[in-house]
C-alpha cells in the first residue's frame, strides 16, 4: 500500500454525506430477498453488478430505488445499517451522519417506525460495540410534492429525539429547493438543523435557495456553485461546509474525470470542503477509497487530506465539546507522525 493510503486509512474522519439505502450491497441484497421470499430481476450479484452503469443521476436513482424494495423488516434496516457502521468503523470513521429516504419506504407500505427503529437499534449498537457515534437525517424526496413531504416530516417528528437534521435529495434538475421553503421551516421551528443537495446537477441559483430559503447549515455536494464566483466567496465567507462525493460524481458523469474534480479549487478559495462516499455499494468504494481517489488524481498533500478530515468535524452536527474530542482525535495522529 502506498503512503498516502496507508495514512489515509489511519486518518481519523467522520462522514456526513451518506445514503445507508445506497450502502445496500448486493450480497446483502441477495441474502434479504431470499430471507422475504421475494425474486430480484437479476440471477446474480455479478449480474447486479453489471447493471450499475449510469449516464447521470435519475438513470442512478431508478436502480437504487428498485433495490431497496426487498427490504420489509427493521431486522432488514437494522442489518443494512449495522454492515454500514463495521465497515465504517474499519475506515476510522469516528462520526457519521446517515442519511435515509422515508418515502422510499412509506411508498410502498413501510412504516416510517419500521425503518427508523431498525436504523437506530444498529446506531445504539454501534456506539456500544464499535464505539462509533451517528446521527440520522430523514431526506425528502423532492420529484414529490411538497404536500408528501410535510406529512413525512410530520411522522420523523414522533421521533424527533432520534433525528438530528433533515434533508432534501432525489432527482435535482426541475426540482428547486423554494418548493419545500415552508417544510423546512416548519422542520427549524422544532429545533431540527436542515441540509440539502444542491449544485449536484442543479445550477447555482439551487445552492442560493438552499441557502437563504431552506437556511441550510451545509450544502451536499455543491459543485455548479463554483460557476458563480460571488456565491463561492459567499459559502466561503460563512463557512458553509460542502460534503463531496467525488466517486459518485465521477459514476454520474456530474465530472468527466477525477482530474477535474472542483475539490482541489475548493480548497484553494478558503471551503470547507469534505470527502464523502454518497451511494458506496453502487460508486465503487467507501469514504477512504474517495480520499484514495482524490489524493491520485489531484495530488493532495498530507495536509490537505488532514485539513478535510478536520473540516469533517468542524462540519459535523456534535456540541463544541463532542467536536473538541474528536479533533482531539485527529490531532493526536497527525503529531504521532
Ligand atoms: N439519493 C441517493 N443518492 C443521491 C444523490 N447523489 N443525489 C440525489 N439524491 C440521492
Ligand atoms: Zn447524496
Redesign the pocket.
Known amino acids: 500500500m502506498s503512503d498516502a493510503a496507508t495514512f489515509i486509512e489511519r486518518l481519523p474522519k467522520a462522514e456526513l ?1 451518506l ?1 445507508i ?2 450502502t445496500f450491497e448486493p450480497e446483502l441484497m441477495f441474502a434479504i430477498a431470499r430471507r422475504n421470499g421475494i425474486e430480484l430481476p437479476y440471477g446474480s450479484v455479478a449480474e447486479l453488478r453489471a447493471a450499475y452503469e449510469f449516464e447521470n ?1 435519475r438513470d ?2 431508478d436502480i ?1 430505488y428498485q433495490g431497496m424494495n426487498v427490504l420489509r423488516t427493521e431486522r432488514d434496516f437494522y442489518d443494512l445499517t449495522w454492515a454500514y457502521l463495521e465497515r465504517a468503523r474499519a475506515e476510522n470513521v469516528l462520526h457519521a451522519e446517515i ?1 435515509f ?1 422515508p418515502q422510499a419506504h412509506s411508498g410502498r407500505g413501510v412504516a416510517f417506525a419500521t425503518v427508523i427503529e431498525g436504523l437506530h437499534r444498529a446506531l445504539e449498537d454501534g456506539a456500544a460495540k464499535l464505539g462509533i457515534s451517528a446521527k440520522l437525517i430523514p ?1 425528502f ?2 420529484d414529490l410534492p411538497a404536500e408528501d413531504a410535510m406529512a413525512t416530516l410530520e411522522e420523523a417528528l414522533a421521533y424527533k429525539d432520534s433525528i438530528v437534521a433533515v434533508g432534501l ?4 434538475l426541475g426540482h428547486p429547493p423554494a418548493g419545500f421553503r415552508e417544510v423546512f421551516d416548519r422542520a427549524r421551528a422544532e429545533g431540527l438543523l436542515t441540509v440539502a ?1 444542491a449544485g ?2 442543479g445550477p447555482p441559483e439551487y445552492v442560493r435557495q438552499a441557502l437563504d430559503l431552506l437556511r441550510v447549515a451545509r450544502i ?2 455543491g459543485n455548479r456553485a463554483l460557476e458563480d464566483p460571488a456565491l463561492v466567496a459567499r459559502l466561503a465567507r460563512e463557512g458553509v461546509p460542502l460534503t463531496l ?1 467525488p466517486l ?1 460524481n465521477l459514476r ?1 458523469k456530474v465530472v468527466e474525470d477525477l482530474a477535474v474534480h472542483p475539490l482541489k479549487e475548493m480548497l484553494a478559495k478558503g471551503l470547507c470542503v469534505t470527502v464523502n462516499s ?2 458506496p455499494a ?1 460508486f465503487g468504494g467507501y469514504v477512504n477509497e474517495n480520499y484514495r481517489a482524490v489524493q491520485e488524481a489531484l495530488g493532495l498533500t498530507d495536509q490537505d487530506l488532514g485539513l478535510i478530515a478536520r473540516n469533517s468535524f468542524e462540519a459535523a452536527f456534535l456540541d463544541a465539546p463532542e467536536k473538541q474530542a474528536l479533533i482531539a482525535r485527529l490531532d493526536a495522529y497527525l503529531a504521532e507522525r
Open positions: 454525506h445514503h439505502e445506497g443521476l442512478f436513482l437504487y442519511f429516504d431526506c424526496l423532492r435529495d432525489s432527482t435535482e443537495h449536484e446537477e451536499d455536494h462525493c459518485s454520474l454518497d451511494d453502487y
